[in-house]
């Protein structure tokens, strides 16, 4: 049976929607380049003890800056570029590969009707993010 990319994202989708996950991406660069200005300007103003302090400063600054940004993951699945959708719906067919499915709706209901299954996807879910964008998959509490 050929894959259906469509099917696979639409219940990575449903999935995500019905367990509330969003996503955190994580901005290091950013959050290095305020510790790294801060850091720069206290040597500037205080010399070496300036660039201690600048340094603290600029990674408590930075570390408040980039986190809390999660966003919705089924908006972060419909912005991925192709080739990552490929790549997440490789990962979701390893695991339904061996269900009879003729659309995305009864894909759905085949693995929202199997805890394990469903389970097995959202993990998944989390690997994928995790290792392709750094970004951690949480639920919405």
Known sequence: MPVHIDDLMRLVCHISEVEKLQVAMKSSGKG???AGAMAFAG??????????AGGAVGGCLGA????????????????LPPNQQQILSTDVHNIV?????????QLIAL????????????????AFFLKQLNAEVRHLD
């Open 64 to 79: 408040w800056m980039t986190s809390g940004q999660f966003k919705p993951l089924p908006q972060i699945i419909m912005e």
């Open 32 to 34: 290095a380049l305020v």
């Open 111 to 126: 693995v929202m009707g199997n805890a394990g299954l469903q389970k097995e996807v959202m993990t998944a879910i989390s």
């Open 97 to 105: 590969q061996h269900l009879d499915w003729t659309d995305a709706a």
């Open 43 to 52: 040597g500037l103003i205080g010399g070496p003890l300036g660039i201690a």
